[in-house]
């Protein structure tokens, strides 16, 4: 049933305060905090998969992150920059000057097992069920629960518009030192031809040096389908690489599709997905940026929020948690609809071969600001100030979506033509 054989989960033991379904990065942090926050809480992190996090690598702005949070993720063995970053465009090359932080999934599960509690997480358990009063596990045992906390993937729904954001990212020991001393989070520089089967895209590369001879090159492009074909991106990096001179092997791969959501119905999406008394957090919940994708910044938010109030309120019940996670995902969509409507003006109104230019201004603006967009925090002058300027996109086309419902979000399934 598990690779953690030592838990008891049987019918006759005692209710788990908190079963949290899903060990990735939403549903591991929420571990984390209630491990550090609310030490009486008896927990339950329930992964399908063996190792947690999956097989992913988050980054964000060192000032994503309010004190607190800086404090959550502190533990964790972290790629960090205090040099700034660059970025690169046809006509703009620039480096700006925030901190930047990355964290690899092996790191994140390494972490989490040295200080969770052995008998505190379950790996290779796959549930079948979700309900208020607990999890029923895949091979019919039941986990009973006070609470539970749903951290499953994210799901389409034909009630959010927008696409998808696709990347293959390759981890390479380069022979010889590669130079590098910053990220480089965005080389628009490149070819902005999508693969074939998905349009036209925006593409950029994304560079991180991990050490004076290892280097993580992400190929990634936006698209209307949730289609990948592995191999072409693979080709693509190699390329890259090749081009700046990094030889060497590589010792590692990942790659993923995130939705990119410019609007739709959030209500209706989140009820087709909803369990009565059971709360969801994570990408599931609707807690990402709608833009640029990023989810640390809201996961280590919203783990903390959640860890305060079980220790504050420890009778608490299942139906009063998941109505919490509920308000703070409504007040979450509507923080984050400037984004949406930007996602709207860049995929319906800018023409393909425009796209870029339109990333090109925006990266051409004051640095704070370009911090502030991507934690989520844009002020009402940041706002006017990222939409004033020559426009790269006709007004006309601008206004037909700045008010259309944008493009209903393809829900096929996720495909990968190619394994990574």
Same mark, same amino acid.
């Not at 796209?355 to 940041?382: I, K, Q």
């Given at each position: 049933?598990?690779?953690?054989?030592?838990?008891?989960?049987?019918?006759?033991?005692?209710?788990?305060?908190?079963?949290?379904?899903?060990?990735?990065?939403?549903?591991?942090?929420?571990?984390?905090?209630?491990?550090?926050?609310?030490?009486?809480?008896?927990?339950?992190?329930?992964?399908?998969?063996?190792?947690?996090?999956?097989?992913?690598?988050?980054?964000?702005?060192?000032?994503?992150?309010?004190?607190?949070?800086?404090?959550?993720?502190?533990?964790?063995?972290?790629?960090?920059?205090?040099?700034?970053?660059?970025?690169?465009?046809?006509?703009?090359?620039?480096?700006?000057?925030?901190?930047?932080?990355?964290?690899?999934?092996?790191?994140?599960?390494?972490?989490?097992?040295?200080?969770?509690?052995?008998?505190?997480?379950?790996?290779?358990?796959?549930?079948?069920?979700?309900?208020?009063?607990?999890?029923?596990?895949?091979?019919?045992?039941?986990?009973?629960?006070?609470?539970?906390?749903?951290?499953?993937?994210?799901?389409?729904?034909?009630?959010? *518009? %927008?696409?998808?954001? &696709?990347?293959? $990212?390759?981890? +390479?020991?380069?022979?010889?030192?590669?130079?590098? !001393?910053?990220? =480089?989070?965005?080389?628009?520089?490149?070819?902005?031809?999508?693969?074939?089967?998905?349009?036209?895209?925006?593409?950029?590369?994304?560079?991180?040096?991990?050490?004076?001879?290892?280097?993580?090159?992400?190929?990634?492009?936006?698209?209307?389908?949730?289609?990948?074909?592995?191999?072409?991106?693979?080709?693509?990096?190699?390329?890259?690489?090749?081009?700046?001179?990094?030889?060497?092997?590589?010792?590692?791969?990942? *790659? %993923?599709?995130?939705? &990119?959501?410019? $609007?739709?119905? +959030?209500?209706?999406?989140?009820?087709?997905?909803? !369990?009565?008394? =059971?709360?969801?957090?994570?990408?599931?919940?609707?807690?990402?940026?709608?833009?640029?994708?990023?989810?640390?910044?809201?996961?280590?938010?919203?783990?903390?929020?959640?860890?305060?109030?079980?220790?504050?309120?420890?009778?608490?019940?299942?139906?009063?948690?998941?109505?919490?996670?509920?308000?703070?995902?409504?007040?979450?969509?509507?923080?984050?609809?400037?984004?949406?409507?930007?996602?709207?003006?860049?995929?319906? *109104?800018?023409?393909?071969?425009?796209?870029?230019?339109?990333?090109?201004?925006?990266?051409?603006?004051?640095?704070?600001?370009?911090?502030?967009?991507?934690?989520?925090?844009?002020?009402?002058?940041?706002?006017?100030?990222?939409?004033?300027?020559?426009?790269?996109?006709?007004?006309?086309?601008?206004?037909?979506?700045?008010?259309?419902?944008?493009?209903?979000?393809?829900?096929?399934?996720?495909?990968?033509?190619?394994?990574?």
């Amino acid at each position: 049933m598990s690779d953690s054989p030592h838990i008891d989960v049987s019918d006759g033991a005692a209710a788990q305060d908190i079963v949290i379904v899903g060990g990735g990065l939403a549903g591991g942090l929420i571990a984390l905090a209630l491990h550090r926050h609310a030490p009486d809480c008896r927990f339950l992190l329930i992964e399908a998969g063996r190792t947690l996090g999956g097989h992913h690598r988050w980054s964000w702005f060192e000032t994503d992150l309010a004190p607190q949070a800086k404090e959550l993720m502190a533990g964790f063995a972290l790629n960090g920059w205090d040099e700034g970053y660059d970025i690169t465009f046809p006509g703009l090359g620039r480096t700006l000057p925030t901190s930047y932080r990355s964290l690899a999934s092996a790191e994140f599960h390494a972490k989490l097992i040295a200080e969770l509690p052995a008998d505190r997480v379950m790996l290779g358990t796959k549930a079948d069920s979700l309900d208020a009063g607990g999890v029923t596990l895949a091979d019919g045992t039941r986990v009973a629960a006070s609470r539970v906390i749903d951290c499953r993937p994210f799901r389409a729904s034909p009630h959010l *518009a %927008g696409g998808w954001q &696709v990347f293959l $990212g390759q981890h +390479f020991r380069c022979e010889t030192p590669h130079g590098l !001393i910053r990220p =480089v989070i965005m080389d628009a520089s490149v070819d902005q031809l999508a693969p074939h089967g998905n349009g036209a895209a925006y593409r950029f590369v994304y560079v991180l040096p991990l050490s004076p001879t290892e280097v993580f090159v992400e190929d990634t492009y936006y698209a209307d389908q949730p289609k990948m074909d592995a191999e072409v991106l693979k080709g693509r990096v190699a390329e890259y690489a090749h081009r700046h001179g990094w030889k060497g092997e590589v010792i590692d791969s990942e *790659a %993923g599709i995130l939705p &990119v959501i410019s $609007g739709g119905d +959030f209500a209706a999406a989140q009820a087709e997905i909803a !369990i009565p008394g =059971v709360a969801r957090a994570g990408a599931r919940g609707g807690f990402s940026h709608p833009l640029t994708s990023y989810t640390l910044p809201f996961a280590a938010d919203n783990a903390l929020a959640i860890a305060r109030l079980i220790a504050a309120r420890p009778a608490l019940t299942g139906a009063e948690l998941a109505a919490f996670c509920t308000r703070r995902a409504k007040r979450h969509w509507r923080a984050t609809g400037y984004y949406r409507m930007l996602s709207r003006m860049l995929f319906e *109104a800018a023409e393909p071969d425009k796209r870029v230019v339109v990333f090109e201004h925006f990266y051409a603006l004051r640095g704070n600001l370009v911090e502030r967009f991507y934690a989520g925090r844009s002020t009402l002058p940041d706002r006017l100030r990222i939409l004033t300027g020559k426009p790269p996109v006709s007004i006309g086309r601008a206004i037909r979506a700045l008010f259309s419902p944008g493009k209903p979000l393809d829900t096929k399934p996720l495909k990968m033509e190619t394994p990574a």
